[in-house]
T-cell receptor, first 115, second 111 residues
């Protein structure tokens, strides 16, 4: 399968715990994006990488959130001291910067439930 | 910030009906996407367009840049078309990588 993959697909945790999600983009896609989608809403932009550089972070990304893409391939999104308001679907997408138009391809998402 | 509005929020149709979902946005864009999301979360890109009209099978997408409006049409709808359809827009220049999404339209097609 050459699509975007995310792991885990579902995560249930207790308030205050730390969680980490992983995204593997399509091979050779140098851009990677994280979005958050709450129930009944469209996705909202969280952050964006070009290669290993994190180029933009949304104000939605509080200090408890950190994202990395250490070798410019897979990315991780960590949430520390989870809160019930963090319950959402976390979506990852990737694209190839040199292609026009720069279409984003989405992964299946990680659904987080904070109890 | 671009405001993206979709209508209707919910749509129920009988199999075979012609479906139209609308999307309007407030600021000029470089491209507009129509996306499909099934229960379970995964998003599939249906169309990306910046002008005119595109057709793929029973799906047709149109955009009017002057009116800042796009429509997604489904002809001969089928229960497997049941999903959430999301409109997303891309800006210009330095922020043209970032998508701004509508809230989505939940389509249910009954047999």
């Amino acid at each position: 399968d050459t699509g975007v993959s995310q792991d885990p697909r579902h995560k249930i945790t207790k308030r205050g715990q730390n969680v980490t999600f992983r995204c593997d983009p399509i091979s050779e896609h140098n851009r990677l994006y994280w979005y958050r989608q709450t129930l009944g809403q469209g996705p909202e932009f969280l952050t964006y990488f070009q290669n290993e550089a994190q180029l933009e972070k949304s104000r939605l990304l509080s200090d408890r959130f950190s994202a990395e893409r250490p070798k410019g391939s897979f990315s991780t999104l960590e949430i520390q001291r989870t809160e019930q308001g963090d319950s959402a679907m976390y979506l990852c997408a990737s694209s190839f910067a040199m292609l026009t138009p720069n279409e984003q391809f989405f992964g299946p998402g990680t659904r987080l439930t904070v109890l | 910030k671009n405001e993206v509005e979709q209508s209707p929020q919910n749509l129920t149709a009988q199999e075979g009906e012609f479906i139209t979902i609308n999307c309007s946005y407030s600021v000029g864009i470089s491209a507009l996407h129509w996306l499909q999301q099934h229960p379970g979360g995964g998003i599939v890109s249906l169309f990306m367009l910046s002008s005119g009209k595109k057709k793929h099978g029973r799906l047709i997408a149109t955009i009017n840049i002057q009116e800042k409006h796009s429509s997604l049409h489904i002809t001969a709808s089928h229960p497997r078309d049941s999903a959430v359809y999301i409109c997303a827009v891309r800006g210009y220049g330095g922020s043209n990588y970032k998508l701004t999404f509508g809230k989505g339209t939940l389509l249910t097609v009954n047999p």
